[in-house]
């Protein structure tokens, strides 16, 4: 099986990686930024996005998103935990050599192709101080409505995303689904995304049965409302 040329570290990180997903404005408390810096292209491999809250210039909480194989992922887990509560400054002396070291080394190929969470963290960082697609908490001022607002009808909406869909399209356009997709097992399903199999085909080379990836899908599709 591919994932035994890594090491136990990897494997550990892969299997159980540390914080994935999202941090959200409505997140934020008093006096906190929201930061984030996205690199890879899903067209060709792997695809992660870095999520900072920051106050007083400390990393408070760091959260990824990541679409790739074993190595992208375990790089991303390692790196979030390196990340969190540090300083701004020390957070910027995270290289992708530090991370591998502390994954105790990866395969050459992959330290090129998937050791991409340090750039992701840098790039964060950098829209950060440059006050690039960053927010910062502010109180809400709610009014009370004069008026009940009309209530509009609605068609019922239609799937977005199918199984004929290539994966290219899908990552591309919904990022977010490349976290589900993991979920159901396609943890290297980015390999898949450079051949543009679709859904359908790409998770059916992974094993799963038509049920679950028409749940899958389902799941894919609440995930863009």
């Known amino acids: 099986m591919y994932i035994d040329q890594y090491t136990d570290e990897v494997k550990k990180h892969f299997l159980n990686p540390h914080n994935m997903g999202k941090i959200a404005k409505e997140d934020l408390k008093a006096g906190e930024a929201l930061a ?42 390692v790196t979030s935990d390196l990340a969190k509560g540090r300083t701004l400054t020390e957070a910027k002396a995270i290289t992708k050599k530090t991370a591998a070291d502390a994954l105790g080394g990866l395969p050459p ?55 004929d869909m290539t994966l290219g399209e899908v990552v591309t356009e919904y ?33 799963l049965p038509a049920e679950q990836i028409n749940k899958m899908i389902e799941d894919m599709n609440k995930s863009i409302v």
């Open 109 to 163: 190929i992959k330290m090129h192709c998937s050791n991409l969470a340090a750039e992701a963290l840098h790039k964060a960082i950098s829209n950060y101080e440059q006050g690039v697609e960053t927010v910062t908490k502010e109180p809400v001022k709610k009014k009370a409505p004069t008026q009940k607002p009309a209530v509009k009808k609605t068609k019922a909406k239609v799937a977005a995303i199918t199984g």
């Open 36 to 77: 984030t810096g996205t690199v890879g292209n899903p067209k060709c491999g792997d695809l992660l996005t870095v999520y900072l809250r920051i106050k007083d210039n400390t990393i408070k909480e760091i959260k990824v998103e990541t679409f790739g194989c074993a190595s992208a992922i375990a790089c991303s887990s």
């Open 175 to 207: 990022p977010q689904t490349g976290q589900i997709m993991m979920q159901y097992g396609l943890h290297c399903i980015g390999c898949h995304v450079a051949t543009w199999e679709t859904v359908e085909q790409g998770a059916a080379a992974h094993g």
